[in-house]
């Protein structure tokens, strides 16, 4: 999945806690946001005019960037529920870090088809 691609596909999905969530669509869609976030922070820093894109931008990804961790932990086979780990102190987000940079589990789960397409309980053995 390209970045164009797992950027429209997160907006696309923009409150989707369902169904499972490639680490290329999660990661390009976390690349995206620390790059406006930067950009964003040098803006600010030259007026603090700027200062409503940064709150604007934030309430704009809050909600897709849950649903992209949600389905991103779906991938792997945990509840998304396991993103509340990410607010204890350090050790959670170790944690959650270790769950989206794992593989996907191969195959069909109980969130949904593997969206890398393959390894799924239709696929013909040859």
């Known amino acids: 999945m390209s970045f164009s691609e797992a950027v429209q596909s997160v907006f696309s999905n923009y409150a989707v806690f369902e ?14 946001q620390m790059i406006v976030n930067v950009v964003v922070r040098i803006l600010v820093n030259v ?4 200062s409503i894109l940064s709150i604007i931008w934030a309430l704009a990804t809050l909600v897709p960037g849950i649903a992209v961790g949600v389905r991103r932990l779906h991938d ?3 509840s998304g ?10 050790v959670g987000g170790i944690i959650v870090l270790v ?3 794992s593989d996907s589990l191969p195959g069909d789960n ?4 593997n969206p890398k397409g393959f390894g799924g309980s239709d696929q013909q053995t040859i």
């Open 110 to 113: 109980q969130y949904g088809p």
């Open 19 to 32: 169904g499972r969530a490639r680490r290329s669509e999660y990661w390009y869609f976390f690349l995206l």
């Open 81 to 90: 529920w396991f993103l509340l780990l990410g607010l204890i102190p350090v």
């Open 99 to 101: 769950f989206m940079v």
């Open 47 to 50: 007026s603090g005019v700027f």
């Open 76 to 78: 792997t086979g945990k």
